[in-house]
């Protein structure tokens, strides 16, 4: 989520028209479909994960197949890093929404290496499809800077209208950006960045997405007025939406099961997450958390949802098999634990701290707090580098 500012106007907006009754960039890549680089406590309805799914998936045509059946992060587990990414240097990008600027981190160290200017407002650095550009997203200066994985060297912004949020499709064809404030998603061309394709979104606040484990839908969260709306990739079309319970739902990150059969959407003001069936996109249930429920991160070994929660300095772990949680880690001092991810190996999860100035090392091992890093204002969806997987399906790093 944006700064605070902007989050307000935005929600004030989309309130004031319900009372009215209204209710990539694959850049590297240079021809043809791409392919991917080679890999070296409380529960809810509906049941736990576990189990692989019976049926066969008919597969978005250039997607590739998951690893393993019925775990579609096995290609992330500890330490597999593709060719393509082991000679990257390792960094931690944070994006500082409120500075307009992005800080480098070593995480071996965990001393800050730099700081660089970019275009106004970024909010995330997410992986591109191919794994080889690493996009600095700033909606509100209207551009995706780039930066090259091997050097940790920011380039030169593109322009692209308002993108809060990039992804890509799992054949690699498309970059879909979450253009939040225009109330659209839009597919570009991977080489051009020429727009393919604009869906309008029956809702406000669009921002995070997952894709189905046959890639032919998405589920995409709309913050503002508390919906999911549910999109045919290669049709490009929404065909479902669904209003979430609750006096003021405000879904944010979206995740799915390794078995795929169960979505999870964290929702800040329900202090929870979502649980759902993404196929018959049905009324889900609220799984408690803690309150600012944010994003959401599955630990290497695709046994455990680490969750966010900003309101109140914590993180729970949800197990997958049981579908509950089994522990809740807290930083010391409190804080405001927003997006990120985990370090190649697992064993380590960092997270920016949205209205503390701050980044947080965490502990994957036992939960405790490794160290706090100082950085600019408001920092938001930071990016480990490099990540284990094969291709990348967008945000801080949805790697399969």
């Known amino acids: 989520m944006r700064r605070a500012s902007r989050r307000f106007r935005l929600l004030a907006a989309a309130l004031t028209t319900a009372m009215l009754g209204l209710v990539a960039v694959a850049a590297c890549s240079t021809g043809g479909t791409p392919s991917p680089p080679a890999a070296a406590g409380q529960s809810a309805a509906p049941p736990p994960s576990g189990a692989p799914s019976a049926a066969p998936l008919d597969l978005l045509p250039g997607m590739p197949p998951p690893l393993k059946p019925g775990d579609l992060y096995a290609a992330d587990g500890p330490n597999m890093l593709a060719d393509a990414v ?5 960094r931690v990008y944070v994006p500082d929404n409120g500075a307009d600027s992005v800080t480098e981190i070593d995480p071996v160290t ?10 106004h407002s970024p909010e995330h650095v997410v992986p591109s499809w191919d794994l080889r550009t690493l996009w600095v997203n700033s909606d509100q200066g209207n551009a995706l800077t780039p930066i090259d994985p091997a050097t940790g060297k920011i380039g030169t912004p593109v322009a692209v209208d308002d993108p809060y949020n990039l992804y890509f499709t799992p054949d690699g064809r498309y970059a879909v950006v979450m253009a939040e404030a225009h109330k659209q998603i839009v597919f570009r061309d991977p080489h ?13 606040g669009v921002n995070h997405v997952d894709f189905s484990p046959d890639g032919r839908y998405f589920i995409a969260s709309c913050e503002f007025s508390g919906d999911l709306v549910k999109v045919d990739t290669a049709q490009q079309k929404i065909i479902g939406t669904l209003h979430l319970p609750g006096r003021h739902p405000m879904p944010q990150d979206v995740k799915i099961s390794p078995d795929g059969r169960t979505w999870y959407v964290a929702d800040m003001d329900s202090a929870g997450v979502w649980v759902l069936d993404g196929d018959a996109f049905t009324s889900p249930t609220l799984l408690p958390t803690g309150l600012g429920a944010h994003g959401l991160y599955v630990s290497r070994d695709s046994r455990y949802l680490y969750i966010s929660n ?4 914590s993180v729970s772990v949800l197990e997958f098999a049981t579908g509950k949680l089994t522990a809740k880690w807290r930083i010391p001092g409190g804080g405001s634990p927003d997006m990120g991810g985990l370090s190649p190996d697992g064993t380590v999860l960092w997270l920016s701290g949205r209205y503390n100035g701050e980044v947080y090392v965490i502990s994957t091992v036992d939960g405790h707090l490794i160290t706090k890093i100082k950085v600019p204002a408001n920092p938001h969806g930071l990016c480990v580098w490099p990540q284990p997987g094969r291709y990348s399906l967008g945000h801080t790093g949805i790697l399969r």
Do not use: F, I, Q, W
């Not at 082991?86 to 390792?90: L, T």
């Not at 900003?310 to 300095?313: I, L, N, S, T, V």
């Open 310 to 313: 900003r309101a109140e300095g």
């Open 110 to 119: 965990y001393k800050v290496l730099n700081t660089t200017h970019v275009p």
């Open 86 to 90: 082991k000679h990257d240097v390792y």
């Open 192 to 204: 051009t960045l020429k727009v393919v394709n604009t869906v309008p979104v029956p809702c406000s």
